[in-house]
């Protein structure tokens, strides 16, 4: 295993090169200058003092030059100061990610607990109105953009009824560590973002569950007289969780990356809506940061997906 | 991603929109005035909430360049002088000030009661360790702005220990006097104003010491400050949500009544105006689409006032493709053939002003009359198309020698009111036989087009937000047009130059420096864009600043509107 895990690692540097190499070229091909746009209007500053700050950020250099040097630093993780906050980008970057995982595992949390439980109910009562319910669920659940649902919740919950806050993650006044505070502002943000999960799961529990209970192990399993409860949590539902476990780890990358319209939607003070802004003003140390950060949750979240396989399901050697 | 950004965003306000037009029924409630009435006692406590869009970036005056972060940070230190809200003329604040009468020397006096929250006496001392913050450090944009101190370069170049310029009185610490080496009107606003607030040498003196270049940019207290000269004093920066500030019990002009300031970011104009009905908010400007809601509110009023800035179209002068745009009574002719007043009324509900030359009405620095108002005058504008040697063709447009008063106006693009105005300028251009081809690009590509004197370039919308120096040098002075072939960029977009022109920018920053002196050279100034019209110069529009009712002593202006701050209290 410890080799496999060392293995996959390595593979993972060619990605994050390709990634690294990527961001680089499509930050520094797209039009706008982060100098000229962070300079634009302010008009008591002479060339030098423009030109000064362009060299501070390394960006009188030449393409090639500066791509070397942003290689070298991403090898060690360094990517520079923000040109808009003055500090270390990926510090800024990991500032956010604890606001970002909160909501990214609330989400997979409540895809889990809401989706699994939907898909199995959905199997057990196959062809009855749960059923149908469910599957028409499933297609919904796909098909809503998640901002508009979003939206459509605030207007609902926030703005109608004023149950719930439908901006940032704590209300002015409360403490930091005003856990209920800050579960009302999770609530409506969370369940947006698991929505498309939810469905999701619940319909792959649905087919799993139906193509599992059809095996002759199960039929075996009721013929030995175990209880239909036992036969079913321990020997077809195990089996049936198979698929949502080695769906996991990429969900979590998923969700992370989804977060970044959420969190536009929320004023959620993630990595997601700190990276956009970022993109918005050129900001390159942070684009890359964040995005380079969102690379290596996805390829950890796809490491600890395979790893997740091979316990789950002791078949699967890994080789 | 930006555009889906854009039309989520465009959701978000229609979404709202709709929602609030749905709540907001009831009668129209008062506006202005945050005058108490005479029995009223002031009462101190609550907690003032300002919305807004976008997260501070620092609280290091020195490092600071967007609107957020001064909005902040001027709370915490403040400044030796203070604008008149009114019309922006310069008051003693934190320090009281004199000027020698060659210009070069001012003699500075801090306000005895100017102490640092700590309790510590701020000192001509800690003006001068501001400015060796500005020197040794490499993220500041700010250097310029006091390259003319004497000893400036040699304390920048480490030839220099300190500046030697600035003398620090040796018998009375809050006396220093900054010596200039040579005359720079400007100087009083750039070289003592928000950029150069005296910084606590107890705190930022180790930045200072030999050796320490740039350590202040790594300083940790450009995000989390220890201590205040101003109003307010820093408690909690949750990143990305609110900025929590407390009051500063020992503020120099009385400790303020409020408790406690928060700057709350909000996702957009649409939430911030519904926040500010439900009392989450209980200080935001708002736009003019929210006017109506707004004033209907009972608890709520509305301030308007001048802002100072400006939307226009500008002109490329020098334009080898729209050779039309050179000619000024074409110029002039696109001046009264745009019914500006009328735009004002549709798209700023009639919260702007129609402005005719670079100075806003508020600025002491513009002129009082004799200016053309060029009133919308679709005759007027044909018979100057026709004196500039164009006749009408068949089609309905001016043409000389076989070309067509043809060019393309850019805007940038999910700005609204530039989208709007840009609409109505190719309509109403049309109607006088002007051909206009409306384009819509991303900001940062006009941006960098613009800044880079790209001569695809004809016409252009954008604006322009002018601060408490009304010198003009930046935007309109020959040497800021851009030279694409000598890679250098400036604001003098449309490459407008005249030589009373540059003579008359160039006093007001270099010659007699009294407020009287400087205005006249603005007023030639004024006058002869007046009469140029480099650009259509568009419109002003009205700041729209929503308070609850309760809120007292509030009376904010063009130039400030919380100069008065630890004044403010709530009417229980």
Known sequence: MRTYVIRRLLYAIPTLVAIATITFLITRLAPGDPIRLFTFGATDLTREDIEALRAAHGLDKSLPEQFALYIVNAAQLKFGNSILYHKDAMSLVLERLPNTLTLAVTALVLQLVIGVPLGVLAAVNRGKWIDNAVRFFGVIGHAVPAFWFGLMLIIIFSVTLRWLPSQGVLTVGKDVWDIGDRLKHLIMPAFVLALAGIANYSRYLRTETLDVIRQDYIRTAEAKGLASKTVFMVHALRNALIPVVTALGGVLAFLISGALVIEQVFTWPGVGQFTYAAARQKDYPVITAGVMLGGMLLVLSYLIRDIAYAVVDPRIKVK | ?572
């Open chain 2, 1 to 572: 991603m930006k555009q889906q950004s854009r039309t989520l965003r465009l959701l978000v306000a229609l979404l709202g929109t709709l929602a609030l037009v749905a709540t907001a029924c009831g009668p129209t409630g008062p506006t202005g005035g945050g005058t108490a009435a005479p029995d009223e006692k002031p009462v101190a406590g609550g907690r003032l909430i300002e919305g807004s869009f976008s997260d501070i970036k620092t609280m290091n005056p020195m490092l600071v360049a967007d609107v957020p972060s001064s909005t902040v940070t001027g709370k915490i230190y403040d400044t030796l002088f203070s604008a008149d809200p009114k019309n922006g003329e310069l008051k003693p604040n934190l320090g009281k000030w004199t000027i020698s009468s060659d210009s070069l020397t001012y003699n500075w006096e801090i306000d005895p009661k100017a102490n640092w929250s700590d309790g510590k006496p701020v000192t001509g001392e800690d003006y001068l360790t501001a400015l060796k913050l500005v020197a040794l450090s490499k993220l500041t944009v700010r250097k310029s702005n006091f390259q003319d101190i004497e000893g400036w370069k040699d304390f920048v170049d480490a030839k220099a220990t300190t500046i030697s310029g600035v003398k620090v009185d040796s018998t009375d610490p809050k006396k220093f006097s900054v010596k200039f080496a040579k005359v720079f009107c400007p100087a009083l606003v750039n070289a003592f104003g928000s950029s150069a607030g005296p910084m606590p040498t107890h705190v930022f003196g180790k930045y200072t010491a030999a050796g320490q270049a740039d350590a202040i940019d790594k300083a940790p207290e450009n995000t989390a400050p220890t201590v205040a000269s101003g109003p307010y004093v820093f408690k909690e920066w949750r990143k990305g949500d609110q900025v929590i500030l407390t009051k500063n019990a020992s503020y120099f002009k009385g400790a303020p009544l409020i408790d406690e300031y928060v700057y709350k970011i909000v996702a957009d104009a649409t939430v911030l105006a519904a926040q500010l009905k439900t009392g989450e908010l209980n200080y935001g400007t708002v736009e003019p689409k929210d006017l109506a809601d707004m004033e209907a509110q009972q608890n709520l009023k509305v301030f308007k006032y001048q802002a100072l800035s400006y939307t226009y179209i500008g002109w490329n002068v020098k334009s080898t493709t729209a050779p039309a745009l050179q000619d000024k009574r074409v110029r002039q002719a696109l001046a009264y053939g745009l019914d500006m007043d009328a735009v004002v009324k549709s798209i700023l509900f009639g919260q702007g002003t129609k402005m005719v030359a670079h100075h806003p009405p508020a600025s002491w620095a513009a002129p009082g009359a004799g200016l053309n108002q060029y009133p919308y005058d679709k005759a007027k504008a044909e018979d100057l198309l026709k004196t500039a040697g164009y006749t009408k063709g068949a089609d309905g447009v001016y043409a000389k020698e076989g070309k067509p008063i043809e060019f393309s106006i850019v805007a940038n693009s999910g700005n609204k009111t530039r989208e709007t105005l840009l609409q109505v300028a190719t309509e109403q251009y049309k109607a006088i036989g002007v051909k206009v081809n409306p384009k819509l690009e991303a900001f940062e590509t006009m941006v960098d087009k613009l800044t880079t004197g790209n001569q695809e370039i004809q016409g252009w919308i954008i604006g322009w937000s002018l601060g408490l120096e009304p010198d003009p040098y930046g935007i309109w002075h020959s040497t800021q047009i851009p030279n694409p072939a000598a890679k250098t960029t400036g604001f003098n977009f449309g490459a407008f130059t005249n030589a009373d022109f540059d003579k008359a920018i160039e006093t007001g920053r270099s010659g007699n420096c009294s407020q009287a002196e400087r205005k006249k050279n603005y007023e030639t100034f004024n006058k002869i864009l007046n009469e140029e019209q480099p650009y259509m110069f568009g419109f002003s529009p009205n700041t729209l600043l929503v308070t609850p009712q309760n809120l007292r002593a509030i009376d904010p202006g063009t130039f400030s509107a919380t100069w008065n701050l630890e004044k403010w209290w709530f009417k229980q």
